[in-house]
């Protein structure tokens, strides 16, 4: 197959290619995926390759609106209910998953992560395929998420067969992760649909992760640029250092919106931004820790804690 680095708005080429074992990178209201077909193990073998992500780290299962939740987990009464209250949208789910799953998407492990995918683009492609799509972040493993078709053209060049462009993502950071394999709901990852989302609509407290990494974004260092990021909860705390780093003569940037939405839909393209200019430093100011801002701080805290 050639391989080739373009970008396009044309899904049913995509959807021919996956058909035929390539990997395309897709846009979703939350990043951009880097995706192929779940059972062509050649090609998921290779996404894993050219992110340089471990294959025993699972890859979440991205499905059609109309799917059959039995073929691909076990669901529970709540896991159906959040299922119905919140897909398509940004809400992943950890069940236990069914024979139709295979290894190399879930690292040998018994669960499966699954969601249904907002963006009318990538739902129109997934109408087009015979499967469903795993679809991992369309960036080097551990590296700054993409939340355009440029920046994945920048991260991935030739290493992807095709970039489906959907325009900028809707929410800019990934979707929450929550696992549904026992009594007690744990959020493996924060994202835009927040303990208090789930907490109202099936009465049932969420914990914080705990126990073995089992889903994306639950290492300690993700999402990271080059730059050293630091981080501040007040403005006037990064002000105090911007003087010193001034004194120093110490190229920095500083991370900050007061909108959160804004912030959510900014910050890649910022931490992005530093590493092209240059910058050795970033001053983030910490969001407040509700809403989206939940999920703000978690991304900022792994992108730092790369240079702890």
């Not at 896991?79 to 998953?97: D, H, I, Q």
């Not at 403005?235 to 959160?260: K, P």
Request: hydrophobic share 40%; net charge negative; with cysteine.
């Amino acid at each position: 197959m050639t391989r080739v680095s373009q970008i396009t708005t044309d899904v049913a080429r995509a959807a021919t290619l996956l058909k035929n074992g390539a990997i395309v990178a897709i846009p979703t209201e939350t990043v951009y995926g880097l995706a192929a077909l779940v059972h062509q193990e050649a090609a998921v073998m290779r996404i894993y390759s050219v992110k340089g992500r471990p294959t025993h780290h699972p890859l979440i299962v991205h499905v059609a609106k109309d799917f059959d939740l039995d073929k691909w987990g076990i669901f529970s009464s709540t896991a159906r209910l959040l299922a119905s209250e919140f897909w398509p949208g940004p809400l992943t789910l950890l069940v236990k998953r069914t024979a139709h799953v295979p290894d190399w998407v879930t690292g040998g492990r018994d669960t499966v992560a699954v969601r249904v995918p907002q963006h009318p683009m990538c739902q129109e492609l997934l109408g087009l395929i015979p499967d469903a799509l795993v679809a991992p972040s369309a960036n080097r493993f551990g590296r700054v998420s993409p939340t355009t078709a440029q920046h994945v053209l920048s991260d991935l060049g030739s290493d992807v067969d095709l970039i489906l462009d959907g325009g900028p993502c809707d929410i800019g950071v990934e979707s929450t992760i929550v696992d549904c394999t026992q009594d007690l709901l744990q959020i493996l990852r924060p994202g835009a649909i927040t303990a208090m989302d789930i907490f109202t609509l099936t009465g049932r407290t969420l914990s914080d992760a705990v126990g073995e990494s089992r889903a994306p974004g639950m290492m300690l260092s993700h999402y990271a640029p080059t730059a050293k990021v630091e981080l501040y909860e007040s403005q006037d705390e990064a002000a105090i250092r911007s003087s010193q780093l001034n004194e120093m003569g110490t190229s920095y940037q500083h991370l900050y919106f007061e909108d959160v939405n804004e912030y959510a839909l900014r910050l890649y393209d910022e931490l992005r931004m530093a590493d092209i200019n240059g910058v050795k430093i970033v001053l983030a100011v910490l969001p407040e820790p509700t809403r989206i801002g939940i999920a703000l701080r978690d991304r900022l805290k792994k992108a730092s804690h790369r240079q702890a």
